[in-house]
């Protein structure tokens, strides 16, 4: 097969499955399943409460924080869903990526809250992601898959998720640290 037909096939099957997960959105994801609600739920309360609870006086560093979760957890789940290795059945709109609503709003806001608790009261935030992974991972994770919201394959499981957690949320703390000793030593 020629570079151009290779093309031409990937956007002739991109197309099709578009169509597909577009229908299926519409059958049973779309606005009035009771799904649809709790994925919109997910995404919209985590953004009231850190609207609501964030430290204003270190809003960047902490938003730096909470952005780079989003960024590499949106990163791990592209690669998950593409190899269906973990899969979000129920999505807000059938152009946005599946988990948008975990990995742009709860999960975030959730290591972001205790990063910024942890840093405000000197506490272990490598000790307080383990338990929050933990949680995230054998909670939260096991009830959505109880109520049919994800799905794990080839081996994926929350055990996994766990792992992945922990090591999402450690590289934004270390990544943090780098990025506010720059800044420091920047100011003098």
């Known amino acids: 097969m020629s570079y151009s037909e290779y093309w031409e096939r990937i ?3 991109s197309e099709e499955m578009n169509a ?24 919209v309360l985590p953004l009231v409460i850190v609207y609501l609870s964030v430290d204003r006086t270190r ?6 924080f909470g952005y ?6 949106t990163y791990a ?5 593409r190899y269906s290795y973990f899969v979000h059945t129920y999505f807000i709109l059938p152009m946005f990526p599946y988990a948008l609503n975990m990995t742009a709003a709860a999960l975030p806001v959730g290591f972001l809250l205790i990063y910024q608790y942890c840093t405000n009261r000197k506490k272990s935030f490598l000790l307080y992601t383990i338990i929050a992974s933990a949680v995230f991972a054998f909670v939260f994770a096991a009830v959505e898959e109880w109520a049919g919201m994800i799905h794990f394959n ?4 929350q055990f996994y998720i766990f792992l992945i957690d922990i090591a999402i949320a450690y590289a934004a703390y270390f990544l943090t640290m780098f990025v506010k000793r720059m800044s ?4 003098g």
């Open 59 to 64: 809003i960047f560093e902490i938003f730096f």
């Open 20 to 43: 597909l997960i577009a229908s299926y959105w519409r059958e049973y994801s779309g606005l009035g399943t009771w799904q649809f609600w709790v994925v919109l739920a997910l995404m």
């Open 68 to 73: 780079t979760v989003h960024i590499l957890w």
């Open 154 to 157: 080839k081996g994926m499981n």
């Open 11 to 13: 956007f002739t099957q």
């Open 77 to 81: 789940d592209s690669f998950l869903e």
């Open 184 to 187: 420091e030593n920047i100011k």
